[in-house]
């Protein structure tokens, strides 16, 4: 799995590819408490090259969603495909979350 | 003469089922799924949206880490083990159980189980319900090992009156208009 960081304007751009497992979840996690205790609030997840998620990466999503809920803020996803989109659907993450198409749309929903 | 197919999308019906539903919290467990083989997973504690549902449940979604078919296997095997009526003898509220496979035609590199516990209508969704009842009765009847419940939401500490009341299709009602199509 590998992470990418880009600070914009009014968002941190979180792009992940490969494979968010019990093992590289943690990594993700790690990385996003790190923005999160540096101040940044609103998170675009760009998941466009992620092949695979599991029950882990599901987890250390929500833990991330739950220390940004109660610091006011936002987590959003982009480019969720195949796979990983079903495993979103399924868990129901598409009614916790707002999932976009792409990093534009999501940009753009922020305003 | 082909004849016409009426489908169901029961991947659909469950997403509906679940923007009924919300989230009050949720831990991740250990578990022994065989003989020196361990599975690790995720489960969400859900409940009707107010106003969804005739009859209070707690909704449990287990999603377990399955990187292949064979580990998909060993875990349904163990998932079908469970005898989720034995929460009759542990949860005093309990009033019956539906357990949903959901058995997807593309594989995911997960196992998903929905557990739906329905409880009596004077069942408060409180912190103290969920950490002292439903979580270790869970816990027991299952055999996992689980870390500690994070709650997504505030919810009251103790029962102050709140229900999980709610009015229209719970996912077992959904679930028995499909069968009746």
Redesign the interface.
Known sequence: MEIQVKKEDKVTIVSVSGKM??VTAPDYEKRLQELVAAGDKVFINDFSDLV?I???G??SI??TA?DL?SRNGKLLFAGIKG?VK??F????F???FQLHESLDSARNSIG | MKGKHTGIDL?QQ??EV??R?E?LA?F?FRTETSQANFA???C?I?KPKEGTSDTPYFSL?F???T?DEETWRIVDSWFSSINWDDLRNRLPEFESVLSIP?T?Q?????F?QEIDIYVREDTPPSRSFILGALFPAVRSVSGIDPGEP?F?EDLPSSNNGHTIESSNASLLERLQNLIRL
Do not use: C, Q
């Open positions: 497992d019990a695979y599991s029950s882990a599901l987890r929500l833990a739950k809920k796979p079903d495993v659907e399924i868990s129901g598409g009614s916790l | 991947h469950f997403i679940f923007n539903e989230m949720f991740d690790t997973g995720l969400k859900s979604l999603i377990i880490e990187p959901f997807l593309k594989f995911t590199g997960n998903f994070v997504w």
